[in-house]
């Protein structure tokens, strides 16, 4: 009977979760937001935007590199 349970609630929250990224895909970014959400979209302080050194993963290193090379 426990087993029934834990499974019920697993699915609850497994379907809430899909539920919640499916009505999220509907919203549009807000105009005040849109600056902010673009300048994030084009972050590379992680480095896993795939370039030639880092294949697509982010490389501690790297992220070294760039955040002194930046000095925010």
């Known amino acids: 009977m426990e087993l029934l349970i834990l499974i019920l609630v697993?699915?609850?929250f497994i379907t809430l979760y899909i539920l919640t990224m499916k009505l999220n895909?509907?919203?549009?970014?807000?105009?005040?937001?849109?600056?902010?959400?673009?300048e994030a979209q084009s972050c590379e302080s992680c480095g896993s935007k795939g370039d030639k050194e880092t294949k697509g993963s982010c490389g501690f290193s790297n992220t070294l590199e760039f955040?002194?090379?930046v000095k925010l």
């Open 67 to 69: 955040l002194k090379e």
């Open 10 to 12: 697993l699915g609850g």
């Open 25 to 38: 895909e509907k919203v549009a970014v807000p105009e005040s937001c849109k600056a902010a959400y673009l």
